[in-house]
């Protein structure tokens, strides 16, 4: 296998391993062994435990993350992607918590321990919450916007309820559905607040 | 002591007490031995460990919650005075943890352990939200809300990053008052929505 070795199959491994061993006792030599190679064939692709850790845990958020990029890309009116945006990101988030909390709670460990990963992945985010905003202010179906990226992180943390895995234990409540749906009318209205007077006056 | 020996003074010691020997080991004896009484003094108060522990938990979110209930009754027109309330929660939450984070952690350890305690809590706290919103919509500053405890626990949710001890680590980073002010403008906005259409209406 050695020869062949790549990157990707070494992520997939190390994925496991951190899952059986969790993040604090998984080593290379592990995920070398469940490979079948050397553990210099591993650091061969990353340098260093370190490495390796950052980049399986990089390669487990940008996975949740596919549908919620296809969702900043839906057609559809900014603010009606906005919805559908925050609410792919609260199910894809909801299910990786869901279905398998054991290895949410081990790279939730993992993303917590690297803050640059952290800072990259809420950068991401902002991002296409900006876009988002950027083609509603175009549109006017949002008001005039003075900080597209300040107001991008304002939606962001408005609705960190739905997404912060730090909320995990209410993903599953009686009721969550509803107070999803009445953060987002907020947030929404509030986006189009201004947007709103100004189709008023224009009549 | 025994003879004179209030409810007050008990959780006052049992405050320290818990303080110095960490939530998981503070015992009753502890609390009594502090106290120079029999611990079945402090039980004649307290009918079992887990009572005295409620009660202390209770009365130190009472403690900080006193300067917000005064916010809750500024007088300020609706909209400044939720801002104002919600400035006074950020900055009583802050204070606590940044001043004293070995007590904060205590105390969230112990708050969290009581979904009871956590449920009230945030009844109090959406409650006193819900007051704003009613005086706002019947002052015409804010649009009408159908479901006014549905919009004040929707207020609540959106602000979390602000008073939330799950992301206290966030309370003393740089660009903190900035992302507060951002989001309160952003729920403000949502509040004023209709209201703000009707007032251009009315021209």
Redesign the interface.
Known sequence: MAETLTTEQILEVAQDVLRRFGPSKATVVDVARALGVSHGSVYRHFPSKAALREAVTRQWLHRTHVPVAQAAKADLPAPDRLRHWLATLFDAKRHKVLDDPELFATFSALVRENSTVIADHVQELTGEIAGILRDGVEAGLF?PINDVN??A???F?????FH?P??SGDWDRDGID??FD??C??????????A??EV??SH
């Open positions: 008001a300040a107001t992180r304002a939606v943390d408005a609705t960190n309820r912060d730090a909320h509803k107070a009445a953060v009318s907020l947030v929404l209205a509030g986006l189009t607040a201004q709103g007077r008023v006056q």
